[in-house]
């Protein structure tokens, strides 16, 4: 295949971060008297910001206390990152050197708040490898929904057949597969479906290993 434009995902896949939202949110929810679960972590992974006001309004019986989980694990999340930081997945520098070589462009589709992937950019140093992003601010539905990978697909200015998208979780696979991209999975904290597995070009273990399909 002939790609000349990659549509990244951020969290998961360029950021390890996943695992820095699900604390977050575990420990909102001890600090509100309820269980945040692994089911409850994947049924919003990747998705809007209505959309988790929504879900949380159904788990928790209001607005009000949904809003006050939401902000808790905001919160929580600003912590660590302060503290600790984030980390660069494997690989990605690897990958990113190689479009710079080849002239891949490349977009960010991320369904976070725009000042969260521009904070978690500017905390890895990586702002200067991206210069355009899709965030879930800009969009109305979240993946599984192909909006955000339409509208990226639009500022690459490519056909969905130059483009490939690159994800780590089944909501954002079945948006790619359903904008018609060709997308490869990189798991992070959710393994791969059967679903998933159809709707792929490839599953990989580290995002250097998604070179060899660029040079096909």
């Known amino acids: 295949m002939t790609t000349k434009g990659i549509i990244f995902d951020m969290d998961g896949l360029l950021i390890d971060s996943e695992k820095i939202y699900y604390q977050a949110n575990i420990r909102a929810a001890k600090e509100m008297g309820f269980d945040f679960t ?8 990747g998705t809007t910001d209505t959309y988790l006001r929504h879900y949380f309004k ?8 949904a809003a006050e989980f ?14 600790d930081g984030v980390a660069i997945k494997p690989g990605l520098v ?26 978690f950019m500017q905390s890895t140093g990586l702002q200067s ?9 800009e969009v109305t539905h979240g993946k599984p929904d192909p909006e955000i990978f339409l509208k990226a697909l639009d500022k690459l200015a490519l056909p969905a057949s130059s483009a490939l998208v690159l994800e780590d979780s089944p ?6 597969s359903k904008a018609d ?7 992070d904290l959710i ?20 070179i060899p399909y660029l040079e096909k």
Request: glycine residues 4%; aromatic residues 4%; negative net charge.
């Open 38 to 45: 692994p089911e409850d972590h994947q049924a919003i992974l």
């Open 58 to 65: 159904e788990k928790l019986g209001s607005e009000t206390a």
């Open 70 to 83: 939401i902000n808790r694990s905001y919160s929580n999340v600003a912590t660590v990152v302060e503290t």
């Open 94 to 119: 690897d990958l990113l050197d190689y479009c710079d070589n080849r002239g891949i462009s490349r977009v960010i589709a991320s369904s976070n708040f725009r000042h969260m992937v521009d904070d």
């Open 129 to 137: 490898r991206f210069n355009q992003i899709v965030s879930g601010d």
């Open 171 to 176: 909501n954002g696979v079945m948006a790619a």
């Open 181 to 187: 991209i060709p997308v490869i999975m990189v798991p």
């Open 191 to 210: 393994a791969p479906t059967a679903m998933t597995n159809q709707q792929t070009l490839a599953i990989v273990d580290d995002l250097a290993q998604v």
